[in-house]
């Protein structure tokens, strides 16, 4: 999956890039030298890239963790069907007008018991970007025609005849802008998923494992626990658009992310989400095999912590959560207090 990640440094990464690179010529020039006792120095630059790695990577600002979130390496979701399902079906076709590859799903065996749940088959949902330029294209870049919501809404519900939970994934830029998509019924199309996946019998779980941009992400997003990568965004708008609107440019975009409050610690403390899945150091791409451990346990626990409810009170649950948030009270402005004097 994993191509060589420093061939896509971030600007912030290339000091960090620097010294691996000098540490790699040190064991080079020792590994052609025996005679060369480079071991000490070594290990002392070892320690250093260690710790800048730590200092860089826990001290992201928002743009910083935009950045992460949209880096070309980082496990996309058929990914993680891959790695923690078996015999995974990918179902085609809305049964209205067509396919979109930007959305795939399909009905797979979550490998639970690698994380002290069960094994149960399950219903996988989400954005797929693409790795080259050919697939790019083909998925519109993980951007889904209404196709696309209303196949995922289709599979939703054979699930719930079946009595099979929920997974979705998203990572889009957003749902696709053209005029297609437009003639097509986006807006119809992603606002029936919010209603019907509001009212779905089965539990449904949901995790942000890149970009979560606007009602593109939403579409699938409607769930009972929301889960969500260190590294990844979740906002009404990218942080470029945003910028575009107020400042009519997009030089303001850093700006624009730390106003969003887009990052998991910011909707955590918001409570747009329930939990946070930590990443390694330096991003899910980083290591995948760690990242897909993490997310695996993570819905284990969701399918735990969810299974057995009745339908009536997951369905209550679920629109309650979504009913509080947005809730803010406004505090009465306090009056300075008068001294009477006596006349």
Sequence with gaps: MARNSS???LDFEKPIAELEEKLDEMRALMAENPEVDLSAEISALEARVAALRESVYRN??????VQIARHPDRPYTLDYIGALSEGFVELHGDRCAGDDPAIVGGFATFQGSRFGYRDRTVLFVGHQKGRDTKSRKYRRFGMPNPEGYRKALRLMKLAAKFGKPVVTMLDTPGA????EAEEHGQAEAIARNLFE???LPVPIVVVVIGEGASGGA??????????MLENAWYSVIAPESCSQILWRSWDYKE????????TAADLLKLGVIDEIIPEPIGGAHRDPEATFQAVGAAIARALQELEGLEPRALIDARIEKFARMGVYREEPEATPSTETGAS
Excluded: N
């Design 7 to 9: 061939q896509y440094l």
């Design 60 to 65: 992201l600002t928002r743009w910083q963790r």
């Design 176 to 179: 696709y802008p053209g005029i």
């Design 197 to 199: 996946m509001a009212r």
């Design 218 to 227: 939403l579409g699938i997003g409607v769930g009972d626990r929301i889960l």
């Design 255 to 262: 700006e624009a992310a730390r106003a969003l409050k887009l």
